[in-house]
């Protein structure tokens, strides 16, 4: 089975410049995730989907993030402009349908700001 | 809004030692618990669940974790550990119904040969 593919692995940056994650699921789930791993601390959660829906993005900084899922299957996160604390592993998970579920996640993108 | 706690951040041991890891969550509903394992230059891996049933739940490569309700804990044991154990491990929760997952900050285990 594929795993949750994500691009680039690595990008470097300088603040205030702008920069885009892709993420292609594993087929037939669902639920897509986009977590940020900042250094020496555990994944926070930015923005679920549901299918193309969003479900909870009480956590995404709106001012300069977004992320879409068209077509309800690969998905897009964007940051603009970006900011030297942006600096993290950005995660992609997904989980298929169904109550209680595991999510599998990517390798990640490292993002240095800079 | 769920929340996790784990403790010791650095453990350094040696092999054939034993290895426990403690998790305590806050939420006063009913949850789901995990434990991800992250190995060097890899992706997060999922360890061991549980949802219902058995308190003691048993994952792979040796690992195995205990539910403990009225401690609102669910500790990551292993007997013996082995140099390929050296990872990173993380405690996660969600709530019942609700897939988003509440990670803790992890534990970083280094096995000495």
Do not use: M
Request: glycine content about 8%; overall charge positive.
């Amino acid at each position: 089975e594929a795993g949750v593919a994500q691009s680039p692995r690595y990008k470097i940056i300088e603040k205030r410049q702008s920069v885009a994650f892709w993420c292609n699921p594993i087929s037939g789930h669902a639920t897509l995730y986009w977590y940020q791993q900042i250094l020496g601390q555990g994944p926070k959660l930015l923005i679920q989907f549901q299918n193309n829906g969003v479900v909870d993005d009480s956590q995404l900084p709106k001012d300069r993030f977004s992320a879409e899922r068209l077509k309800g299957v690969d998905s897009t996160l964007k940051i603009q402009p970006a900011k030297l604390e942006d600096s993290a592993v950005y995660l992609c998970a997904s989980s298929p349908p169904g109550g209680e579920a595991e999510a599998f996640f990517g390798q990640g993108t490292r993002l240095t700001v800079v | 809004a769920q929340s996790v706690s784990q403790h010791n951040h650095h453990v350094i041991l040696s092999e054939a030692a034993s290895l426990e890891l403690g998790c305590n969550y806050s939420y006063g509903g009913t949850v789901n618990l995990f434990w991800y394992v992250q190995y060097p230059g890899q992706h997060l891996q999922l360890l061991l669940k549980y949802f219902s049933g058995d308190p003691l739940v048993k994952g792979i490569k040796g690992f195995e974790a205990e539910f403990i309700k009225s401690k609102f804990s669910f500790n990551l044991r292993k007997p013996s550990v082995q140099w390929s154990d050296t990872a990173e491990y993380f405690c996660a929760v969600n709530a019942r119904g609700n897939n988003r997952l509440a990670f803790g900050k992890g534990n970083q285990v280094v096995v000495i040969p």
